[in-house]
């Protein structure tokens, strides 16, 4: 039983699903009913199924069997119209076919037009689109041709800006193209291509002023030295308006427009041809000779591409190189000028090049480089000199080579380089000047004492007298009233020798020009080299001459030549005295002896030091007869009446001097002496000095007249005339003091024993007269 609802419940269950399958049958469009009869083939009732369908296929024929039975008048209707309309329509027919036949024959024509126009319009499209893009694509294209062009004409720097405008304007525009990527591509390497050979025209342009340095250098000095000149005209002619031009700035402005169009400026590697000046043309100035504008460039280059820092190393380390190659001298540079001119040039040619980089570029060099580079430059150059002038024996070349740093100085110092050091060591090649002066002197003297006959100059009428006069000044009034033929009192070597001093003087002179020097130092320098001449040089030629076997003199002429010296010895004190410049009114107490007994002593010294070749009587006597003249000059000057006053501290500073005297007295200037012997010469002024130095008037007129008196040397005289100039000293100081003068007693008494002191010093000068 529970089978049998089973089954029938499956019945139920079955006969339902075919109830929907029929309805989605009946629902569903044709095209989709496959999946719903697989449904019923993929069942196990298929029979049943098909039973279903056939009673509900015969249901609704059932149906329209009687849906037609109702129309059926109507559709008998429908049907007869319907062959009515047949008829028309097929003839409607007939009328369309004709006429499409007739249209398509007519119309073959418009439609192969037409395809035409299609096809021209399509063409016209694809036209105007593709002069669009060229629009776009043209102008990238130009800028490339135009950079290719830039790069092949060496136009670096105005590549660099055309390859930044194409990269950043213009490829953005066109990047989907595939010949822009391959332009993009090669922007890297273009960049590198520029900065290679930007690199490469800076090392040229290093390479040819490294080689060009001399011609630049040269031409900065020839500038240097015709501004000299021109100077020197202005000195010399001061109401004259020259009409010459001046020279031009040290700093030239140049024409830095790096994106010249002109061929020889972006291809030059940096020196400009110039042929050689005339002299009597203006000279171009050192920089007009340089092409600078491979330095912009590369600089410009590197710094659009961020690159500044490197390219201002490499400059810089570079330029120290060729400092270096510069600075070193030929081995054969002493030999000629030349030398020493090439060798100059090279270095003015360097900084010349240096300071216009200073001033025209923004950092690439700096004044503390150009200052490291300088005082490398400056001692190494002192140092190069040094060593190779000490080989130089000539003067002439000395004296050019002088007159050529003078010109290196002055041409670097127009650019703004310290050259003290360089005039500094001028004064050390001026002492190296004066030994081969005095070498070369040496051989002059040599030869005028060699060709002398040590006679007497005869001279037979006043036009032979004035000509050895002119030759020579020398005055004798007794000599001019004789009547001729007469003698001079030396041989011919007086008048020769006389004339080489001058010469002397004169070439020793010529060194001294233009080293900006004061008069003094001038004459200092002349004063001790003609010293060295005549107590060295000419010295020992004289002794030379006299030592040999061969020259005789006369007993005459000797006694003639000592007594020469003894004068000419006593007249050269006399000179240093006139230097004199005591202040006898001072109240301050000295510390040291006047500078010019100071030189006097020192002249003495190198005089008698010489001396030594000569007679040993002879060389005694002129010391003692030169240490009296000086002790009784400086009493002269003590007691002269132009002296009106005189104070004790005046006489202090006197006293000084007196000592430096005895000092030289005391040292034995000439071997010979006893002890103490020369210093008698001063022992007049010792002791006068001491009387008023020490105030010891009880002992000196104690003691006046006795043989072993301590002031047996000072004169009554003398005192008294020393002692009232002490008085009138001191009467006028206390006058225009006298609203103090009861703080005065001590000068008050010491003026009273002033006055007693006088009293008694004219008593004793009265009993000595009488």
Same mark, same amino acid.
């Given at each position: 039983?529970?089978?049998?609802?089973?089954?029938?419940?499956?019945?139920?269950?079955?006969?339902?699903?075919?109830?929907?399958?029929?309805?989605?049958?009946?629902?569903?469009?044709?095209?989709?009913?496959?999946?719903?009869?697989?449904?019923?083939?993929?069942?196990?009732?298929?029979?049943?199924?098909?039973?279903?369908?056939?009673?509900?296929?015969?249901?609704?024929?059932?149906?329209?069997?009687?849906?037609?039975?109702?129309?059926?008048?109507?559709?008998?209707?429908?049907?007869?119209?319907?062959?009515?309309?047949?008829?028309?329509?097929?003839?409607?027919?007939?009328?369309?076919?004709?006429?499409?036949?007739?249209?398509?024959?007519?119309?073959?024509?418009?439609?192969?037009?037409?395809?035409?126009?299609?096809?021209?319009?399509?063409?016209?499209?694809?036209?105007?689109?593709?002069?669009?893009?060229?629009?776009?694509?043209?102008?990238?294209?130009?800028?490339?041709?135009?950079?290719?062009?830039?790069?092949?004409?060496?136009?670096?720097?105005?590549?660099?800006?055309?390859?930044?405008?194409?990269?950043?304007?213009?490829?953005?525009?066109?990047?989907?193209?595939?010949?822009?990527?391959?332009?993009?591509?090669?922007?890297?390497?273009?960049?590198?291509?520029?900065?290679?050979?930007?690199?490469? +025209?800076?090392?040229?342009?290093?390479?040819?002023?490294?080689?060009?340095?001399?011609?630049?250098?040269?031409?900065?000095?020839?500038?240097?030295?015709?501004?000299?000149?021109?100077?020197?005209?202005?000195?010399?002619?001061?109401?004259?308006?020259?009409?010459?031009?001046?020279?031009?700035?040290?700093?030239?402005?140049?024409?830095?427009?790096?994106?010249?169009?002109?061929?020889?400026?972006?291809?030059?590697?940096?020196?400009?041809?110039?042929?050689?000046?005339? +002299?009597?043309?203006?000279?171009?100035?050192?920089?007009?000779?340089?092409?600078?504008?491979?330095?912009?460039?590369?600089?410009?280059?590197?710094?659009?591409?961020?690159?500044?820092?490197?390219?201002?190393?490499?400059?810089?380390?570079?330029?120290?190189?060729?400092?270096?190659?510069?600075?070193?001298?030929?081995?054969?540079?002493?030999?000629?000028?030349?030398?020493?001119?090439?060798?100059?040039?090279?270095?003015?040619?360097?900084?010349?090049?240096?300071?216009?980089?200073?001033?025209?570029?923004?950092?690439?060099?700096?004044?503390?480089?150009?200052?490291?580079?300088?005082?490398?430059?400056?001692?190494?150059?002192?140092?190069?000199?040094? %060593?190779?002038?000490?080989?130089?024996?000539?003067?002439?070349?000395?004296?050019? !080579?002088?007159?050529?740093?003078?010109?290196?100085?002055?041409?670097?110092?127009?650019?703004?380089?310290?050259?003290?050091?360089?005039?500094?060591?001028?004064?050390?090649?001026?002492?190296?000047?004066?030994? %081969?002066? !005095?070498?070369?002197?040496?051989?002059?003297?040599?030869?005028?004492?060699?060709? +002398?006959?040590?006679?007497?100059?005869?001279?037979?009428?006043?036009?032979?007298?004035?000509?050895?006069?002119?030759?020579?000044?020398?005055?004798?009034?007794?000599?001019?009233?004789?009547?001729?033929?007469?003698?001079?009192?030396?041989?011919?070597?007086?008048?020769?020798?006389?004339?080489?001093?001058?010469?002397?003087?004169?070439?020793?002179?010529?060194?001294?020009?233009?080293?900006?020097?004061?008069? %003094?130092?001038?004459?200092?320098?002349?004063?001790?080299?003609?010293?060295?001449?005549?107590?060295?040089?000419?010295?020992?030629?004289?002794?030379?001459?006299?030592?040999?076997?061969?020259?005789?003199?006369?007993?005459?002429?000797?006694?003639?030549?000592?007594?020469?010296?003894?004068?000419?010895?006593?007249?050269?004190?006399?000179?240093?005295?006139?230097?004199?410049?005591?202040?006898?009114? %001072?109240?301050?107490?000295?510390?040291?002896?006047?500078?010019?007994?100071?030189?006097?002593?020192?002249?003495?010294?190198?005089?008698?030091?010489?001396?030594?070749?000569?007679?040993?009587?002879?060389?005694?006597?002129?010391?003692?007869?030169?240490?009296?003249?000086?002790?009784?000059?400086?009493?002269?000057?003590?007691?002269?009446?132009?002296?009106?006053?005189?104070?004790?501290?005046?006489?202090?500073?006197?006293?000084?001097?007196?000592?430096?005297?005895?000092?030289?007295?005391?040292?034995?200037?000439?071997?010979?002496?006893?002890?103490?012997?020369?210093?008698?010469?001063?022992? +007049?002024?010792?002791?006068? !000095?001491?009387?008023?130095?020490?105030?010891?008037?009880?002992?000196?007129?104690?003691?006046?007249?006795?043989?072993?008196?301590?002031?047996?040397?000072?004169?009554?005289?003398?005192?008294?005339?020393?002692?009232?100039?002490?008085?009138?000293?001191?009467?006028?100081?206390?006058?225009?003091?006298?609203?103090?003068?009861?703080?005065?007693?001590?000068?008050?008494?010491?003026?009273?024993?002033?006055?007693?002191?006088?009293?008694?010093?004219?008593?004793?000068?009265?009993?000595?007269?009488?």
């Amino acid at each position: 039983m529970e089978r049998g609802k089973m089954a029938e419940a499956e019945s139920l269950e079955t006969a339902a699903e075919h109830e929907r399958i029929l309805r989605e049958i009946e629902s569903t469009d044709t095209a989709c009913i496959g999946p719903t009869l697989r449904s019923v083939y993929d069942g196990e009732e298929h029979g049943r199924f098909m039973e279903k369908l056939e009673t509900r296929i015969r249901n609704h024929d059932r149906e329209i069997e009687k849906m037609c039975n109702f129309h059926y008048q109507g559709f008998v209707d429908s049907i007869t119209e319907l062959l009515k309309v047949r008829g028309e329509a097929q003839k409607l027919k007939n009328q369309v076919t004709d006429t499409n036949r007739k249209l398509q024959h007519e119309g073959k024509e418009l439609v192969i037009a037409m395809e035409e126009l299609k096809q021209c319009r399509l063409q016209q499209r694809n036209i105007s689109a593709t002069v669009d893009k060229l629009m776009l694509c043209l102008p990238v294209l130009e800028m490339y041709s135009k950079l290719r062009d830039q790069m092949k004409t060496k136009r670096h720097y105005p590549a660099l800006k055309t390859l930044e405008h194409l990269e950043h304007t213009y490829l953005p525009q066109v990047s989907h193209y595939r010949f822009c990527k391959v332009m993009v591509d090669n922007i890297p390497k273009l960049r590198e291509e520029i900065k290679d050979v930007s690199m490469s +025209d800076l090392k040229d342009f290093l390479e040819s002023i490294r080689k060009h340095s001399d011609k630049i250098g040269e031409t900065a000095m020839k500038q240097a030295q015709q501004q000299r000149n021109l100077d020197n005209i202005v000195l010399q002619q001061p109401r004259i308006g020259s009409k010459r031009k001046s020279k031009k700035d040290a700093y030239i402005i140049f024409d830095t427009e790096i994106e010249s169009t002109s061929p020889k400026s972006e291809q030059d590697s940096g020196i400009l041809d110039v042929e050689d000046e005339e +002299d009597d043309e203006e000279v171009p100035g050192a920089q007009d000779l340089v092409d600078f504008s491979p330095v912009y460039r590369c600089l410009h280059i590197y710094s659009v591409l961020g690159a500044r820092e490197t390219f201002e190393n490499y400059y810089r380390k570079q330029r120290r190189k060729q400092a270096r190659l510069v600075l070193q001298p030929p081995s054969n540079m002493h030999e000629t000028l030349d030398g020493y001119r090439k060798y100059f040039n090279q270095i003015v040619g360097f900084f010349v090049v240096e300071d216009h980089i200073l001033h025209t570029t923004q950092g690439l060099v700096n004044r503390a480089y150009i200052d490291e580079l300088w005082e490398m430059a400056l001692s190494k150059t002192i140092a190069a000199l040094r %060593t190779h002038s000490s080989y130089c024996s000539d003067p002439n070349l000395v004296l050019d !080579l002088k007159n050529l740093i003078v010109l290196f100085a002055d041409t670097l110092q127009v650019y703004g380089f310290p050259v003290n050091q360089l005039f500094d060591m001028l004064l050390e090649i001026r002492d190296q000047y004066s030994e %081969t002066l !005095l070498k070369k002197w040496a051989g002059i003297f040599r030869n005028i004492l060699d060709s +002398d006959n040590y006679s007497p100059i005869p001279v037979t009428s006043e036009e032979t007298y004035k000509k050895v006069v002119g030759q020579f000044p020398f005055q004798d009034i007794e000599l001019e009233k004789q009547p001729f033929p007469k003698k001079f009192p030396f041989s011919e070597f007086v008048p020769k020798v006389y004339n080489q001093i001058k010469e002397f003087i004169y070439a020793c002179l010529k060194f001294s020009e233009d080293l900006h020097l004061s008069s %003094t130092e001038v004459d200092d320098m002349i004063r001790k080299s003609t010293n060295l001449l005549l107590t060295r040089t000419l010295s020992n030629s004289l002794q030379n001459v006299i030592k040999r076997k061969n020259i005789g003199l006369t007993e005459d002429a000797r006694h003639a030549a000592e007594e020469e010296i003894y004068t000419n010895l006593n007249q050269k004190i006399d000179q240093f005295l006139q230097l004199a410049d005591y202040d006898w009114m %001072t109240g301050d107490l000295g510390n040291k002896a006047s500078d010019y007994l100071v030189d006097l002593i020192a002249f003495l010294r190198s005089t008698f030091a010489v001396f030594t070749h000569l007679p040993g009587k002879v060389a005694q006597t002129a010391c003692m007869s030169a240490c009296k003249h000086l002790a009784t000059s400086l009493m002269q000057l003590l007691l002269e009446a132009e002296v009106r006053q005189l104070t004790l501290g005046a006489l202090q500073q006197f006293n000084l001097d007196v000592r430096e005297c005895e000092q030289f007295a005391r040292s034995g200037p000439v071997p010979g002496f006893q002890e103490d012997t020369l210093q008698l010469a001063f022992i +007049d002024l010792r002791q006068l !000095l001491d009387l008023f130095i020490q105030w010891d008037w009880s002992t000196y007129l104690a003691d006046y007249g006795q043989p072993n008196c301590k002031y047996l040397r000072v004169n009554p005289v003398t005192a008294l005339t020393l002692l009232e100039k002490i008085s009138r000293e001191m009467k006028d100081t206390s006058r225009k003091n006298n609203m103090f003068a009861q703080f005065r007693k001590n000068e008050r008494d010491k003026q009273k024993l002033i006055d007693t002191v006088a009293k008694q010093l004219r008593g004793l000068i009265s009993s000595h007269h009488s």
